[in-house]
């Protein structure tokens, strides 16, 4: 079974300080990781992805990927009460499907 | 450009009925997906597309779920015989094509079963 693992927080964190997202995967073949942000009541959106060792920056984003440790992470710099979202991970598989985590809730507070 | 669309936004229906679903993915992008969220769980992959042809049918839960693709374009998933279980919200995503790309979700289609 594959599996992506995150903490289902909440994660909370004052207004301008780094919120860290972290994401596991038991598929050694998923070679593609992509983030989501997802709004209470709306869809996913794409805000990162990253398909090599190492780190991904985006503006205020870095995503990060290991994959001996099968570990993701996604870092927001300076982050604003309007980052305050679930943050989905996935892993896409060998037949380019998403596998998807619950999600990491995150509250920025004012 | 225009995102993925998808109609309805919502649909009640009656236990026993049948329902149809909407996607029409980004211009230009062969692959196409369908997801399932039930509420305040993550998604559930149904259904891939590459073309008009579905490589991958492992996630529909069941013979009730059915899914097509025409003209490599707009898909329908239908659920006949629908269930409470069934109540979900329906996303369909698009990506340039079946491979190792970015996917875009559509608003999704909000079902509730009564």
Redesign the interface.
């Known amino acids: 079974q594959k599996e992506v693992e995150q903490n289902s927080g909440p994660l909370s964190v004052p207004e301008g300080a780094i919120a860290s997202l972290n994401c596991t995967y038991s598929d050694r073949g998923s070679?593609?990781f992509?983030w989501?942000r997802q709004y209470s009541g709306?869809?996913?959106?794409?805000i990162m992805?990253i398909?090599s060792n190492g780190d991904k920056e985006d503006g205020r984003f870095t995503a990060q990927l290991n994959k001996a440790s099968q570990y993701v992470s996604l870092l927001i710099r300076d982050s604003q009460p309007s980052d305050s979202a679930t943050y989905?991970c996935?892993a896409?598989d060998s037949?380019?499907?998403?596998?998807?985590?619950?999600?990491t809730r995150l509250l920025v507070r004012p | 450009g225009a995102g993925v669309s998808q109609s309805p936004s919502n649909k009640v229906t009656e236990k026993g009925k049948d329902v149809e679903l909407r996607c029409d993915p980004i211009s230009g992008h062969t692959?196409l997906?369908w997801?399932r969220q039930s509420l305040g769980?993550?998604?559930?992959?149904l259904i891939?597309f590459q073309g008009n042809s579905a490589?991958?049918k492992?996630?529909l839960p069941s013979d009730r779920f059915s899914a097509e693709r025409t003209g490599g374009s707009v898909s329908t998933l239908t659920i006949q015989r629908t269930q409470q279980e069934d109540s979900a919200?329906y996303?369909c995503a698009s990506s340039l094509s079946?491979?190792?790309n970015?996917?875009?979700?559509?608003?999704?289609t909000r079902l509730t079963v009564t």
């Open positions: 070679q593609s992509f989501y709306k869809s996913p959106e794409l992805f398909y989905l996935a896409m037949s380019y499907k998403l596998i998807f985590g619950s999600g | 692959a997906y997801y769980q993550g998604l559930e992959f891939y490589p991958d492992s996630g919200v996303l079946g491979q190792a970015e996917q875009y979700f559509g608003p999704g």
